[in-house]
């Protein structure tokens, strides 16, 4: 496999084409953003954190029946992954009130959420990712119904997966954002689950060990990553 040209810089990753017309190369880079972009900041060690992160993630959703499109670790900062045709629809479940819910819906942080709730939000950055419904969804041709259906049941398979795995650790799975694309007729699960899209916390102190840390400037953010990846069993360098 060799790696071609960029063909697109995100806020965290860079895509690459390769000799496989149906690959790609995701490189997980130090920046971190916040705020839609608005305030950005190079987290030393990010990348490779991340990248092995996701990596260990996904085989543990591939390995519970999960389609996703992680082939593999490239480099400590490098993962191989099928080429997707990504769906601009983020899918999020919550386990525990945190985030956008409380401010939106005025509840308090850190109630369970009894079944746990799923949301959509359109992925544009412009518009602040604005929540969406499958309706607006559909009629925008954002994805279809069928599409839909699949995401969410697929983003439920993938918290009772996670739910176990963080608990087993020690760790609450307070919510998360997943991206989904279309792989032939297949949805696949893409982009990646690192704690950049999640909120974990300590299951006995409630110490947040996620990306809210940078949000609310809490500092040690990558400790805190790491920390939650050994108790996982992950190897960094
Ligand atoms: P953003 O676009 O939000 O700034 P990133 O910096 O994480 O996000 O950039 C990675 C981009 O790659 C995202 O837009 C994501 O949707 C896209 N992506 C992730 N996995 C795949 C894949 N398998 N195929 C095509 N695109 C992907
Ligand atoms: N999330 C994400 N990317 C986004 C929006 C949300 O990874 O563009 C994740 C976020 O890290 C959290 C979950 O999705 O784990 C729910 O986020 P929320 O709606 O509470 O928004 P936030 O408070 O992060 O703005």
Redesign the pocket.
């Known amino acids: 496999m060799e790696k071609r040209e960029e063909l697109y810089t995100g806020k965290a990753k860079s895509v690459y084409r390769t000799d496989d017309p149906d690959r790609f190369v995701l490189l997980f880079r130090d920046d971190t953003s916040a705020f839609?972009g608005e305030r950005k900041e190079q987290l030393n060690r990010k990348g490779m954190v991340n990248n092995r992160f996701n990596g260990f993630i996904m085989e543990k959703l591939e390995a519970a029946g999960i389609p996703t499109h992680f082939e593999g670790l490239l480099s400590p900062v490098e993962s191989l992954v099928k080429k997707l045709d990504m769906i601009p629809v983020?899918c999020?479940i919550?386990n525990v009130s945190?985030?956008?819910?409380c401010?939106r819906l005025g509840v308090e942080e850190g109630q369970n959420l009894t079944p746990p709730t799923f949301?959509l939000?359109l992925?544009n950055d412009a518009l602040h990712?604005p929540m969406v419904n499958e309706s607006l969804a559909i009629t925008f041709g954002w994805a279809s119904a069928d599409e839909l259906s699949q995401m969410k049941t697929l983003t439920y398979q993938v918290n009772e997966v996670l739910k176990s795995l963080f608990d087993a650790a020690g760790m609450l799975l307070?919510?998360?954002?997943l991206e989904f694309g279309r792989s032939g007729d297949k949805i696949v699960l893409g982009d990646e689950f690192s704690p950049?899209?999640?909120?974990i916390w300590d299951k006995a102190t409630r110490k947040k060990m996620?990306?809210?840390r940078f949000?609310q400037g809490l500092g040690n953010v990558i400790e805190a990553y790491e920390e939650v990846g050994r108790r996982l069993g992950i190897q960094f360098d």
Request: with cysteine; charged share 60%.
């Open positions: 839609d983020e999020v919550r945190a985030g956008s819910l401010r949301e939000f992925k990712d307070v919510d998360y954002k950049d899209g999640c909120r996620d990306k809210d949000r």
